[in-house]
């Protein structure tokens, strides 16, 4: 194994795009604050290949929640389109295959084949307008699958 402990790549996959954290490195600069729309979304993959595991990231107003990208019902993704996770009225997030609908500040799903269950939510925090990424679990994912 190489000396990186773990990958973080935005959606899209160029190499501009791509961080490489080592243990100890921990948290990683997702974004800026100011780069995500008010209200609005974007997805990233942690990890490399079939071990890679994707989550998104939402802001409303100066809060920024973060889960799993994998819908209770069937596991698909939930974004429409690259970065599009919330419903048109942007006041929550839309699973792209069945319409279910999840509240932004918990995951929690309101309508849906998932009713009353929850997204799985990634670790985050907002450091002087720069969104963290703090989740051991996706900051140690290279290290847990080699």
């Known amino acids: 194994m190489s000396g990186d402990a773990g990958w973080l790549t935005m959606r899209g996959g160029d190499s501009a795009n791509t961080r490489r954290g080592g243990a100890g ?3 990683w600069h997702l974004c800026d604050l100011a780069e995500l729309p008010d209200p609005g979304s974007r997805g990233f ?3 490399r290949g079939r071990d ?4 998104f ?3 409303r107003g100066g809060e920024v929640f973060g889960y799993v990208n ?3 019902h069937l596991g698909v993704n939930l974004e429409w389109v690259p970065d599009r996770f919330l419903n048109p009225e942007g ?3 839309q699973c792209s295959l069945h319409m279910a609908r999840f509240r932004i500040e918990d995951g929690y799903c309101l309508w849906g084949p998932c009713a009353r ?10 450091r002087a307008g ?3 990424l703090t989740d051991p679990d996706l900051l140690m994912l290279r290290e847990r699958y080699p």
């Open 91 to 93: 006041t929550l997030i």
């Open 45 to 47: 993959v942690a990890g």
């Open 70 to 72: 994998s819908c209770p």
């Open 117 to 126: 269950q929850s997204l799985d939510p990634v670790a985050l925090e907002v």
């Open 52 to 55: 890679g595991l994707g989550f």
């Open 57 to 59: 990231i939402v802001r």
């Open 25 to 27: 490195r921990a948290p």
């Open 130 to 132: 720069r969104v963290l």
